[in-house]
């Protein structure tokens, strides 16, 4: 299975995004599906995450309220949609598919990972 992130851009503060990461198949052991991020010089976050099956959505406190995750499985797609576009929301985005259960925070538990998608949010 391999991951496509795109949609990522140039936006002013306030403006917003949406991110598309499209899976290239679908796989039966998808059990979550995440994003995260890595700012110049900072380690790669967690963002957000969903769970592939039920739909429950995670979101790092830093975006809670902002961003939305969302999928759509006829289409093998979780998008992200990011609202309130902050300075400090200025990064490359990753999206990951996790194959087991864990704590969705954790970047260890994602065995694929996306290209990334470069946002940038400007003043």
């Known amino acids: 299975v391999q991951l496509q992130a795109s949609g990522g851009g140039l936006v002013q503060a306030g403006g917003s995004l949406r991110l598309s990461c499209a899976a290239s198949?679908?796989?039966?052991?998808?059990?979550?599906m995440g994003w995260f991020r890595q700012a110049p010089g900072k380690e790669r976050a967690f963002v957000g995450a969903i769970s592939w099956s039920g739909g429950r959505t995670y979101y790092a406190d830093s975006v809670k309220g902002r961003f939305t995750i969302s999928k759509d499985n006829a289409k093998n797609t979780v998008l992200l949609q990011m609202n309130s576009l902050k300075l400090e929301d200025t990064a490359v985005y990753y999206c990951a598919a996790a194959s087991g259960m864990g704590i969705v925070t954790v970047k260890a538990l994602y065995n694929i990972w996306g290209q990334g998608t470069q946002v940038t949010v400007s003043s």
């Open positions: 198949e679908r796989t039966f052991t998808t059990y979550y």
